[in-house]
């Protein structure tokens, strides 16, 4: 089993490519042990930036350092980075386009027993409702080192949210399959499409392998680029399915789930059941408590998806 969070991925990554590119800066809002980067702010003290716990400062701080030429990636616990300072990551980075890159670490339900006030379920739709601003959520530790190598490339703002707990791999060191903002196909069939964001790609996928042993075929794709959505992939396997069912870690309204329905609904009507957390306090308890209460597990989504099909 996997022990290395998306966090500690994402860090491993920076201290590789600032040996290269010392324009690379890391930025923490008290929050270096939470993002995992306590090795980067030792290794490399003149690129890293403590702002204590201000978060509001923490993006307009990383935006005067963009508009400097500098590649900041500013860490903060989703749930404040996505609320607390909204207002910043609208205007000082999205607004000004600026290169930006927010890191919203311990994401969705993570923090579990903190409870809603540190629970991020509306990231998704509030930051994918800013223009400019790029969502992704990787799925493993593998689509993560992929993902901040591509976005190291280019010079726009995006939102990455991570969680905070190991989660099994679903990709290897050598076979991780990754095209910038294009879906990854982790297998097809014609009965069921399941789209699925962060943690729970994962149990679609296992999802689609209870159902195979029913005769029932299904494509899982692995949306880690929420925002730009991949509409061609979606529309390419929604057409030829009975019904679609997309699977994500944040509140019924306005994310990935509302995202899928409201291109079918314009392109290819079909049934489309979300499966996410409910529109309610989340109950306390660990990820896997919380997954098994709500029905996003793979036995509880492929129950759904039995369902969506009859």
Known sequence: MNKIPNRQAICETLMEKVKED???????????????????FDAFPENSVEVGIAEQNLVSISAGLA????????????????????????VDVAYSNTNVKLVGISGGISYGALGMSHHSAQDIAAMSAIPNMRVYLPSD?????????????????AYIRVGRNPVEDIYSEGDCPFTMDKATVMCEGTDVLFVACGEMVRPCFEAAKILKEEDISATVLDMYCVKPLDTEAILKYAVNAKAVVTAEEHAPFGGLGSMVSQLIGANCPRKVINVALPDAPVITGTSKEVYEHYGMTGEGIAVTARGALR
């Open 22 to 40: 010392k324009d690379i800066i890391a930025l923490c809002s008290d929050s270096r042990g939470s993002a995992s980067m306590t090795p980067f």
């Open 67 to 90: 508009k400097c030429g500098k590649k900041p990636f500013c860490f903060s616990p989703a749930s404040f980075i996505s609320t607390r300072s909204y207002e910043q990551a609208k």
């Open 141 to 157: 530790r593998f689509q993560t080192k992929c993902l901040i190598k591509a976005l190291l490339q280019d010079e726009k703002p």
